[in-house]
């Protein structure tokens, strides 16, 4: 499995903009696709962004389009999530995720085998 090691979190106000990093490691990313999830207290991890592993394709949850943006780059093993206008429905703490995945249509947390510890995002009204 990858190792997968986020940073860039924060505490911001609204309308403010963040940037977080994946650093994936033990193996390349690019056999593998890409997710950032999110989770907030007493609510469930929810898919935020995801991205294909050679980057053609790429979903936003519809609360954050427009807002964020996902990207990759495989020649240096990581993943990037682009966070801006942020709003305290925001807060959470992120995760970066991996899946080998070959279906047409998204994974589902449980597919995801390789998880980073997280990055606290917490956003001030």
């Known amino acids: 499995h990858v190792q997968l090691v986020e940073s860039g979190g924060g505490l911001v106000q609204a309308g403010d903009s963040l940037r977080l990093f994946c650093v994936a490691s033990?193996?390349?990313?690019?056999?593998?696709?890409l997710g950032w999830f999110r989770q907030a207290p007493g609510k469930e991890r929810e898919l935020v962004a995801y991205?294909?592993?050679?980057?053609?394709?790429?979903y936003n949850l519809d609360s954050v389009k427009g807002r964020f943006a996902v990207s990759r780059d495989n020649g240096v093993n990581w993943v990037y999530l682009r966070m801006d206008s942020l709003k305290p429905d925001d807060t959470a703490k992120y995760y970066c995720a991996a899946v080998y995945w070959t279906e047409p249509y998204l994974p589902g947390p449980q597919d995801f085998r390789c998880w980073g510890q997280g990055t606290q995002v917490t956003v001030s009204s």
């Open positions: 033990g193996s390349s990313i690019a056999s593998y696709d």
């Open positions: 991205i294909k592993r050679d980057g053609t394709k790429t």
